[in-house]
């Protein structure tokens, strides 16, 4: 008798969704993503227990019709797609038809949903992948899902998840990477009958990225928008000061689509090279727009991953526009920051309407403001002008007439633009102005204090610059640039430095000869393991070049066989960190003006190549209120 049996439908179902279902957050992320590509313009995310014993969505989106109910649960059932063309240009974010099926596999749920055109709406209950309830209710336009007592028919499954805090904590990274993915839908988030979240739905990212992280980041970003034929990128990136020590604050976006790459998360990564220190991470929220058919999504179920048929123009245009951005502003840090406030979102307010609450109000906004002046005279007879909280002018109709939590309105009339302008966080500090060509003649050089660092006096503000950050910057762009435009500049060594070279390090010297010499290396055989260093690049000389190039060799030994940017990068850094002038170590004022004219000319000279700052600041104000001058 042969061992080969077929699975019945419900153990596929439940393997099926294994690969869909993880956990409570994987749930949300495939409703939330069916909400967004039925038009929701509102999505409200509740969950209780971490989203285990109860999970609801409700968005305002177009509804299911009753026909499409039952064969939207069934495997491979989806509206998005017809043959395996469409998935070449596929643009919404499901569509392998695999989320509902899975998901009912393994928790009852409950779904109440209405077409616009629809008297009444449907109520479907089905509960581990059996039909329970299928009956005509009365209900709002768009869809509910209320999801119970996830993987209660798989207890094998249940017990791995964590615990409900931490659970739920997945639940809100996800709804705050989708509230950013799409700032133009209002997102409420209900957590334990608590309000975690709430975004207007007003299309501004930094509203958003002010809400979910605070304004001590809100008031540190840099603006990003750049495009070419094929790539279009736009977001905000943070300032080196608030990089942390992991990658949870790196957030890009494909198309509306949160994905993990490889590729853009070293081109990120790479052009934060030199201006953040080792092990730490910066802060992004950028999204890429491009065509479909330069990706693909259909990679795994979760569609978290994403493959590029362009990815060395995909990395190179990242890497180029946050390199420029970062290269344009001033980027010197202050010796005396503010005491660092506790991470605090903005107080949400409890009277927030649901999605279908709010399309029914702006449907009545719409209807009360688009009639003609005389109707609306005779709708508004006592209307005032009040200052609101947002310090911007509103009538009281208008103001009665939209959500509390509909600021500012989306309706473009003169009034509510000016609520458009109102900022939820402060200005971004004025530039010092220290490093541009005509202050240098206004710098004031004050001398050294403890043999390391000097103090330049300009206009209201004191500099403080590391004299080993800065002379290590100053060396690392040298050699780098050359070694960008294949132009190096070596200096001979009388007599020449010999080598005695292992194995393992004479195989990687063959590896890389061409680009020791790109660097301003001149080496050359010997006879037998022996090399011949007759020339080093002209910004090391004077320096041990037998202990820079073994030590060089020995760590490109660890690489893999192929070169890349990072690699020599780090080479060279390492190569004009032991070049560079120490601390405790005195320098004369003309050596010091010379070097601090050097590094105002640099490329990034904010921070040494390993992100160190080579340069603080601190204003008259800030002593004056050390020495109680002021208040």
């Known amino acids: 008798m042969g061992k080969i049996q077929i ?32 038009g929701a313009t509102a999505i409200t995310v509740e969950i209780a227990d971490g989203g285990i014993s109860l999970l609801r969505v409700t ?68 509960d581990g992948g059996e039909e329970k309830v299928f009956e005509e209710i009365g209900c709002p336009e768009g869809t509910t899902f209320i999801v119970r007592h996830l993987f209660y028919n798989t207890p094998a499954r249940r017990k791995f998840l964590k615990s409900n805090t931490t659970e739920a904590g997945y639940v809100s990274s996800l709804i705050e990477r989708l509230a950013m993915s799409h700032p133009d839908i209002s997102f409420k988030y209900i957590q334990q009958k608590q309000n975690r979240l709430n975004t207007s739905g007003n299309g501004r990212l930094k509203d958003i990225i002010y809400h979910i992280y605070g304004r001590d980041i809100a008031s540190q970003l840099l603006a990003v928008d750049e495009e070419d034929q094929e790539i279009r990128i736009q977001g905000y990136i943070g300032k080196p ?9 790196e957030n890009y976006f494909i198309n509306g689509r949160y994905i993990k790459s490889p590729i853009v998360t070293k081109a990120i990564e790479d052009a ?124 009281d109709a208008r103001r009665s007439a939209l959500p509390a939590d509909d600021t500012p309105s989306p309706i473009p009339d003169p009034i509510s633009q000016k ?25 004031h050089l004050i001398g050294q204090v403890f043999k390391t660092y000097w103090m330049v006096e300009y206009k209201d503000k004191l500099f403080i610059i590391d004299q080993h ?40 010297f063959h590896q890389f000869s061409q680009a020791f010499g790109e660097m301003g290396f001149e080496i050359e055989s010997f006879g037998g393991r022996e090399y011949a260093v007759r020339g080093v690049p002209v910004e090391l000389y004077g320096f041990d070049a037998k202990e820079m190039v073994i030590q060089v060799l020995d760590s490109l030994g660890d690489e893999t066989h192929t070169l890349n940017y990072s690699m020599i990068s780090d080479r060279i850094a390492t190569m004009a960190c032991k070049a560079a002038v120490k601390g405790n170590q005195s320098l004369t004022f003309a050596e010091a003006d010379a070097l601090i004219g050097e590094l105002l000319e640099a490329e990034n000279p904010y921070t040494c190549p390993h992100g160190r700052p080579t340069i603080i600041a601190m204003s008259k104000y800030e002593l004056e209120k050390k020495f109680r001058r002021i208040q």
């Open 241 to 249: 000061i608030i990089c942390r020590g992991n990658r949870s604050f």
């Open 7 to 38: 699975l019945d439908g419900e153990t596929v179902n439940q393997i099926a969704a294994g690969e869909v279902v993880e956990r409570p957050s994987s749930v949300v992320k495939e409703l939330v993503e069916n909400a967004i590509d039925a």
């Open 59 to 126: 968005d305002n989106g177009s509804g299911m019709e009753k026909d499409d109910i039952r064969p939207a649960f069934l495997r491979h059932a989806t509206s998005k797609i017809r043959s395996i063309e469409d998935l070449r240009t596929i643009a919404s974010l499901g569509f392998r038809g695999e989320a509902l099926s899975s998901i009912a596999a393994v928790a009852q749920v409950e779904l109440l949903t209405k077409t616009a055109h629809s008297m009444t709406g449907c109520r479907y209950c089905i």
């Open 469 to 508: 950050a800065a002379h290590e910057k100053v060396l690392y762009e040298k050699i780098m640039k050359r070694f960008r435009e294949r132009k190096p500049d070596s200096q001979q060594l009388m007599p020449p430095i010999i080598l005695t070279l292992t194995s393992a390090q004479e195989n990687v």
């Open 272 to 395: 934060f090279k030199t201006y953040v220190m080792i092990h730490k991470f910066p802060f992004t929220v950028l999204h890429l727009t491009m065509d479909m058919e330069r990706m693909d999504v259909n990679v795994h179920p979760t569609k978290m991953e994403v493959r590029f048929n362009n990815a060395e123009q995909v990395y190179q245009m990242v890497f180029d526009t946050l390199r420029k951005v970062l290269s344009q502003r001033e980027l010197i840090v202050n010796a005396t920051p503010d005491k660092e406030e506790k991470r605090q979102r903005p107080e949400v307010s409890r009277n927030i309407p649901e999605p279908f609450e709010k399309k029914k109000r702006l449907e009545q906004f719409i209807k009360t403001y688009s009639a003609p002046p005389e109707a609306r005279q005779q709708r508004e007879p006592a209307q005032k002008t009040a200052i609101g909280n947002s310090g911007s002018i509103r009538s």
């Open 419 to 443: 609520a458009v302008q109102y900022s939820l966080f402060p200005e971004e500090p004025e530039e010092t102005g220290l490093l541009k060509e005509e202050a240098r003649k206004e710098h």
